[in-house]
């Protein structure tokens, strides 16, 4: 076990998890980051909607944000999995308040911020993992603005991707294939209609080149870019294993917390794509900002305490 009682313990090390150690690490809280370098969108090769950072590949905001934060001296990263959370009892300014697993040591703190990330959980269409944030994506504000108002194919996974086909035709003309995951109702095909979306039938059979859709009928379609929504989960059990409580949205569910990113535990707070429905770079680094002041704020609210 570490000697050390970190003031921090935050699991996480992309985007949010980096802007909430930011702020921790310019407030002198000593604190510490444990990271498995598995970035949700390590699969692109651009970023997009983040101010300064537009078409930058997300690596290198990843390992730049890094390089600034691990600059704060107080500031120290374990590489590897955090496999489990152990709460020891209620939070105080000075008691351990959770202690960490990794790997074989044990790490503790007296405030814990989850920037746990999701996990997508993709369509089982051949051709499509590898696709995948290359010229198939899940977010046209990310992604739309590049396939420069080229066609656009949305695969439907069920009647939300409804959200997907009314969209998209601001950034290129859009087909909806319905590959047997829906049938639009009366409504649906009149506000389709209205935004001029062609609907395909035929179900998919796989996807080749750079967005080429092969149909069973024998058709390809070519397209400048595809959309898909995929469902995700939150990627460890850290907060099953903590009790916390969830929220369920319509793809998956996230950590619930309140609107200073305090979960339902006291002293654990939550940011990042785990924490929220809606994901981005730019909207993940104002999240953890939130968590790593409020995480702050807990800590000194509970000296003035004597807690």
Not at 24 to 37: F, H, T, W
Not at 122 to 151: A, M, T
Not at 156 to 179: E, F, I, K, Q, V
Not at 241 to 267: F, N, R, V, Y
Request: hydrophobic letters at 40%; a neutral charge; proline letters at 4%.
């Amino acid at each position: 076990m570490s000697d050390t009682i970190y003031d921090v313990i935050i699991i996480g090390g992309s985007y949010a998890g980096l802007s909430a150690a930011l702020q921790l690490g310019r407030a002198r809280r000593k604190v510490l980051m444990i990271d498995e370098s598995l970035r949700r969108n390590r699969f692109a090769s651009h970023s997009h909607g983040f101010l300064t950072q537009d078409h930058v590949d997300p690596a290198e905001i990843a390992a730049e944000a890094r390089s600034q934060v691990m600059e704060y001296p107080t500031v120290d990263w374990v590489s590897g999995r955090a496999e489990t959370v152990q709460r020891n009892g209620e939070k105080g300014s000075g008691a351990a308040h959770v202690t960490v697993l990794v790997r074989d040591t044990r790490y503790r703190s007296r405030r814990l911020i989850l920037a746990l990330g999701v996990r997508d959980i993709l369509p089982d269409i051949e051709g499509l993992k590898e696709r995948w944030g290359k010229s198939v994506f899940h977010c046209p504000y990310c992604h739309g603005y590049e396939l420069n108002q080229g066609k656009i194919g949305v695969i439907a996974g069920s009647a939300l991707s409804m959200h997907h086909a009314l969209m998209l035709p601001d950034w290129g003309p859009t087909t909806l294939l319905l590959n047997q995951a829906f049938e639009p109702d009366r409504d649906q095909l009149q506000s389709l209609a209205a935004r001029g979306v062609v609907i395909e039938r035929s179900p998919v059979k796989a996807l080749t080149d750079h967005a080429d859709v092969q149909l069973v009928d024998g058709r390809t379609l070519s397209f400048s870019g595809l959309f898909a929504l995929a469902p995700f989960e939150v990627s460890t059990s850290i907060a099953q294993q903590l009790g916390l409580d969830m929220e369920q949205g319509p793809l998956g569910a996230t950590i619930k917390t309140d609107a200073m990113k305090e979960t339902s535990l006291p002293g654990v707070f939550a940011c990042g794509d785990a924490a929220r429905p809606m994901a981005s770079v730019a909207l993940a680094v104002g999240d953890g900002s939130l968590a790593g002041v409020a995480a702050h704020r807990s800590l000194l609210l509970a000296t003035i305490k004597h807690e």
